[in-house]
């Protein structure tokens, strides 16, 4: 359902005859269908389909009869929800500039978004001012279109002044490049903003926070798309290129402290580790090669790893 639906229709409409399409109403015609049309009102049977010139006209009209009903009413409804949808061309104009943005919502989410605006707009409208309803809605609308942006699609929240100066980063990077033929450094940034170069720099870190990139996208490719497919065969994914830890690396470590440890170790018990870990032969085959029983092999090795191990262990 529409926001503007939501705004007026508790009532859900009939549902369609088996084997025909259902097609949603707009909250207009719904009212129009379920409540008669108020005295001195023209019947607009289709509000969304009115040209801009007439809606101009009959918003007026509409406006003046809002005021003199009780708020609540079904006639209040009826008036307010056939501005709505009389209005709604101002958002898809309003909304315009903000489709196809990167990391923004779809276009029907930007027309919701933008119909709060309205709504917020036509009730707060005084048409004693004798100003035109457009001049009113359209910085409500573009208002709520930009505050979903600001607060709804970065991936990571940053601070709101960080947020507005990406948007002047965005758009002195576009001039500079158009200028000079390159893309500007970040000095050449905080001369053209007259800002600090550690703020410049503050805020094109911030940017990177705006929209998330898959880690299955290709290394070579910042937006995320994927590349052309001579350069697919030979391109590694985001993931293939972060490194992880090393579990050698405590490996590393271990015998670079034990080394110490066995030179101090007899020839005998030496010889005994090297066959046991080094040749990895079984404690009888290790006893047959030094003449001992496995039992005293055994009892060697128990006791020199526990020594080695405390030694390992041992906080200095």
């Known amino acids: 359902m529409t926001l503007t ?5 508790t009532t859900q409409p009939t549902p369609a005859p088996v084997g025909e399409t259902a097609t949603a109403p707009s909250a207009a015609a719904y009212a129009t269908a379920h409540t008669p049309v108020p005295d001195g009102l023209p019947d607009v049977p289709c509000p969304r389909e009115v040209d801009p010139g007439d809606a101009r006209q009959l918003t007026r009209v509409f406006f003046e009869r809002l005021r003199s009903l009780e708020e609540g009413t079904p006639e209040y409804q009826y008036v307010r929800n056939t501005l709505i949808e009389m209005n709604i061309s101002l958002v898809n104009f309003a909304a315009r500039p903000f489709r196809d943005r990167p990391g923004g919502p779809e276009n029907e989410d930007i027309v919701q978004v933008g119909t709060i605006g309205l709504i917020k707009a036509i009730d707060r409208y005084e048409l004693d001012r004798n100003t035109q309803f457009s001049t009113l809605a359209l910085p409500y609308i573009t208002g709520e279109i930009k505050r979903h942006f600001r607060d ?36 050449e940034l905080a001369a053209h903003l007259d800002l600090d170069e550690e703020e410049v ?4 870190v911030a940017a ?3 929209s998330a990139q898959s880690l299955d996208a290709p290394a070579g490719s910042a937006d995320g798309r994927e590349p052309a497919p001579s350069a697919a065969r030979s391109t590694h994914s985001l993931a293939e290129t972060f490194g992880d830890t090393d579990q050698a690396l405590e490996t590393v470590e271990d015998l670079h402290s034990l080394a110490p440890l066995l030179s101090g170790l007899d020839e005998r018990t030496t010889r005994i580790l090297q066959l046991r870990f080094g040749e990895e032969m079984t404690q009888r085959q290790i006893g047959e090669e ?11 090795l128990t006791r020199t790893l526990g020594a080695l191990r405390e030694e390992l262990l041992r906080d200095d």
């Open 5 to 9: 639906a939501t705004a007026e229709a």
């Open 290 to 300: 030094i003449g001992m029983s496995q039992m005293h092999v055994s009892r060697l």
């Open 208 to 210: 990177n926070g705006y």
């Open 152 to 187: 709804t699609t970065w991936a990571v929240r940053v601070p709101r002044r960080l947020q507005e100066l990406r948007t002047q980063l965005a758009r002195s990077t576009e001039d500079l490049t158009s200028a000079t033929g390159r893309a500007p450094t970040p000095a």
């Open 201 to 204: 720099r503050e805020g094109l």
